[in-house]
């Protein structure tokens, strides 16, 4: 998404840049750590999340698991 965003304008996910939002940032990169580990195995490592605390990465983890919890539910399958 932040890769073709500029697509609609140069400030369209600006304010949603891994330096101004790290807990989002957080929260998605660990979501997508849990469902493809194998190929996302460092994703968790970009230098901006240094500055997340230990304790905001278990709060955010566990909000990653809702996010995948919540989508899972909405396929087809469910």
Known sequence: MWRYGRLFDDAFMSPLRTRTCPAL???LASALKKVANESNEGILNI????????????MLDVVAEDIIKAVRCHLPQC
């Open 25 to 27: 940032t957080y929260t």
């Open 47 to 58: 230098v901006q999340l240094g500055d997340v605390s230990e304790e905001k990465r278990r």
